[in-house]
């Protein structure tokens, strides 16, 4: 059985950083692409991050780029995403996916999801 188990949100200043993580089991991270979504009260689910494992590259929502950095560690099976520079914009249930194959900014490609952790930056 998958499961991916997000940790690490909280409440955060602006310009404040937090590291989210996610741990997966039941599955082999080296095959996987791992993605990072965000939701917002009222909005629809969006494209973060996301990493392949094999070859290490890497792909960025506009909006978080050169402010947040995804991450691996093989040993411990788990992706994290480094959120610096925080805004009150950010604020969202953050959700990782994995998906085979390539990278993909769309929600739909993506097989397995986590239950999300909340992050709320306050202004």
């Known amino acids: 059985q998958v499961q991916l188990v997000e940790s690490g949100g909280g409440l955060v200043q602006a310009g404040g950083s937090l590291r989210l993580s996610c741990a997966a089991s039941?599955?082999?991270?080296?095959?996987?692409?791992v993605g990072w979504f965000r939701q917002a009260p009222g909005e629809e689910r969006e494209f973060v991050a996301a990493?392949?494992?094999?070859?290490?590259?890497?792909s960025y929502a506009d909006s978080v780029k050169g402010r947040f950095t995804i991450s691996r560690d093989n040993a411990k099976n788990t992706v994290y995403l480094q959120m610096n520079g925080l805004k009150p914009e950010d604020t969202a249930v953050y959700s990782c996916?994995?998906?085979?194959?390539?990278?993909?900014?769309?929600?739909?490609?993506?097989?397995?999801w986590g239950q999300g952790t909340q992050v709320t930056v306050s202004s």
């Open positions: 039941g599955l082999t991270f080296n095959t996987y692409v």
């Open positions: 996916a994995a998906r085979r194959g390539s990278i993909s900014r769309s929600r739909g490609d993506y097989d397995y």
């Open positions: 990493k392949t494992w094999s070859v290490s590259l890497s």
